[in-house]
């Protein structure tokens, strides 16, 4: 019913840019959270960067000041501006959203983009 579709990924060089997109498809009546994870290799999965309820963002300690996360509500898009970017960063990125379907939905449902590589070189 909705489906996540990340881009933008790839490979990249120590202190470059890269900016990553999620766009949803399928009708959202309302959505309870919206944020970036990432994984690398031998780690537990971990929130990057996400909306607060009342619009502000949250960012993980070690990406603040280098990423930044917006939406475009137009194009059903999230974004995930990362600059400065380090080997550390390396990681399968995954969009994530906790949606309600419709009025009649009590609760909302959670989804998961397929996750897109971005590698950065020393």
């Known amino acids: 019913q909705v489906q996540l579709v990340e881009s933008g990924g790839g490979l990249v060089q120590a202190g470059g840019s890269l900016r990553l997109s999620c766009t949803a498809s399928g009708s959202i009546f309302s959505v309870n959270f919206m944020g970036w994870y990432r994984q690398a290799p031998g780690k537990q999965r971990e929130l990057v960067a996400s909306f607060t309820s009342g619009g502000g963002t949250n960012y993980a300690e070690s990406v603040k000041g280098r990423f930044t996360i917006s939406i475009s509500n137009a194009r059903n898009t999230m974004y995930l501006q990362m600059i400065s970017l380090k080997p550390e960063d390396t990681a399968v990125y995954y969009c994530?959203?906790?949606?309600?379907?419709?009025?009649?939905?009590?609760?909302?449902?959670?989804?998961w983009g397929q996750g897109t590589q971005v590698t950065v070189s020393s």
């Open positions: 994530n959203a906790d949606v309600r379907l419709g009025v009649a939905a009590s609760i909302g449902r959670n989804y």
